[in-house]
């Protein structure tokens, strides 16, 4: 299934109106708007403030025709991994991308297609032009998808990073190793020494990446790590729910949880309720927190503590990479790794000995 999405609809100000505004011409207007590196970075930034300023947008079908190009950009879900991707997360992230898009006269183009057929429908973009570059989400072990985009020479950037050999590639991601070292150093440091993992699907990079920076902590305090304290499943309410219950039962509970989603998270919650157990006194959770716009981590002050980056802002980054690799196909390709804030909240306390 294929769906076609403009982010933006256009303004009423045609080009000849806005280039009369500006006293430049047409041509310099179009170009400056379609990224063409030889206008100046000065004249750019004025045409695009004065295209804003005067609700300008081109159109898809005219810019098109302008530059050759489809005017769209790829975002492809797998259904095997949909639950994955078609949740809060993936809605900021495609919603911060749009904001990038709009500006620059881009649609989306989103395609749910079977597992089997993604690389095909990759293909299918690429053959017939029906975008000019996609965004890869969920980066997995030995991942096909880079290999592929390069052959084809369609532009992409990778939400994420795969540890593959071959890595000139464009990605943004945050650095999860490290965030989940530090969120579990910060459980230890508060006495804890039974801590769970519930972990999203390993096969995916950002979910081993985050048992290796859980793995890395405990080892250095000379912590045993437990298997049954460790989950990786699919990141839903309900595996969270399930996940606490079973290991808050155990002869051998945890005092502490480490989750890799506030939606788990809730799940969590959930589970420590229900067994008559306080959240921040007798159970500590720490999480890692999307800041999701629309499933806020509390109101004045964080529910959970939690290592947080803006997803919306990878979005609008990401698309930002992508849009400046179609403009300029020869530069090199952009990597970048950002921190996360690790923001105290409610959820967490010293471990209470029985």
Same mark, same amino acid.
């Given at each position: 299934?294929?769906?076609?999405?403009?982010?933006?609809?256009?303004?009423?100000?045609?080009?000849? !109106?806005?280039?009369?505004?500006?006293?430049?011409?047409?041509?310099?207007?179009?170009?400056?708007?379609?990224?063409?590196?030889?206008?100046?970075?000065?004249?750019?930034?004025?045409?695009?403030?004065?295209?804003?300023?005067?609700?300008?947008?081109?159109?898809?079908?005219?810019?098109?025709?302008?530059?050759?190009?489809?005017?769209?950009?790829? =975002?492809?879900?797998?259904?095997?991994?949909?639950?994955?991707?078609?949740?809060?997360?993936?809605?900021?992230?495609?919603?911060?991308?749009?904001?990038? %898009?709009?500006?620059?006269?881009?649609?989306?183009?989103?395609?749910?297609?079977?597992?089997?057929?993604?690389?095909?429908?990759?293909?299918? $973009?690429?053959?017939?032009?029906?975008?000019?570059?996609?965004?890869?989400?969920?980066?997995?072990?030995?991942?096909?998808?880079?290999?592929?985009?390069?052959?084809?020479?369609?532009? $992409?950037?990778? =939400?994420?990073?795969?540890?593959?050999?071959?890595?000139? %590639?464009?990605?943004?991601?945050?650095?999860?190793?490290?965030? $989940?070292?530090?969120?579990?150093?910060?459980?230890?440091?508060?006495?804890?020494?039974?801590?769970?993992?519930?972990?999203?699907?390993?096969?995916?990079? $950002?979910?081993?990446?985050?048992?290796?920076? %859980?793995?890395?902590?405990?080892?250095?305090?000379?912590?045993?790590?437990?298997?049954?304290?460790?989950?990786?499943?699919?990141?839903?309410?309900?595996?969270?729910?399930?996940?606490?219950?079973?290991?808050?039962?155990?002869?051998?509970?945890?005092?502490?949880?480490?989750?890799?989603?506030?939606?788990?998270?809730?799940?969590?919650?959930?589970?420590?309720?229900?067994?008559?157990?306080?959240?921040? !006194?007798?159970?500590?959770?720490?999480? =890692?927190?999307?800041?999701?716009? %629309?499933?806020?981590?509390?109101?004045?002050?964080?529910?959970?503590?939690?290592?947080?980056?803006?997803?919306?802002?990878?979005?609008?980054?990401?698309?930002?990479?992508?849009?400046?690799?179609?403009? !300029?196909?020869?530069?090199?390709?952009?990597?970048?790794?950002?921190?996360?804030?690790?923001?105290?909240?409610?959820?967490?306390?010293?471990?209470? =000995?029985?």
């Amino acid at each position: 299934m294929r769906i076609k999405l403009t982010p933006r609809d256009n303004g009423h100000m045609n080009l000849k !109106q806005l280039s009369e505004k500006l006293g430049l011409s047409p041509t310099t207007v179009s170009r400056a708007l379609n990224g063409y590196p030889e206008v100046s970075e000065n004249t750019r930034r004025r045409i695009q403030e004065a295209a804003e300023q005067y609700n300008y947008f081109p159109s898809a079908r005219a810019r098109s025709l302008a530059t050759g190009r489809a005017m769209a950009i790829g =975002h492809v879900l797998p259904m095997t991994i949909s639950s994955e991707m078609v949740n809060p997360v993936f809605g900021d992230f495609l919603a911060g991308a749009a904001e990038t %898009y709009s500006k620059s006269g881009y649609d989306i183009t989103l395609s749910s297609v079977r597992a089997e057929d993604e690389l095909k429908c990759y293909r299918d $973009f690429a053959a017939k032009r029906i975008v000019d570059g996609v965004i890869v989400h969920a980066p997995r072990t030995d991942d096909p998808r880079i290999a592929l985009l390069k052959e084809l020479g369609l532009p $992409f950037v990778v =939400h994420g990073r795969a540890p593959i050999a071959d890595d000139s %590639y464009a990605w943004l991601d945050i650095n999860n190793r490290r965030a $989940f070292y530090r969120a579990t150093k910060l459980l230890i440091d508060l006495g804890h020494r039974e801590i769970a993992l519930i972990n999203g699907q390993e096969q995916m990079d $950002f979910a081993q990446r985050r048992r290796a920076g %859980y793995s890395a902590a405990m080892h250095s305090a000379e912590l045993t790590l437990r298997p049954e304290l460790m989950v990786s499943e699919e990141m839903t309410e309900g595996v969270g729910y399930a996940a606490a219950k079973r290991m808050l039962s155990l002869k051998k509970p945890p005092t502490a949880f480490l989750v890799s989603s506030i939606i788990t998270a809730i799940g969590v919650r959930r589970a420590v309720s229900d067994l008559g157990l306080r959240l921040g !006194q007798d159970i500590s959770v720490v999480i =890692h927190d999307d800041e999701i716009s %629309y499933l806020r981590n509390g109101d004045t002050e964080p529910l959970f503590t939690a290592t947080r980056s803006s997803v919306r802002a990878a979005g609008r980054r990401a698309a930002e990479i992508l849009l400046q690799q179609i403009a !300029q196909p020869e530069a090199a390709p952009v990597q970048e790794l950002w921190e996360v804030e690790l923001s105290l909240g409610q959820s967490t306390g010293p471990v209470r =000995h029985s």
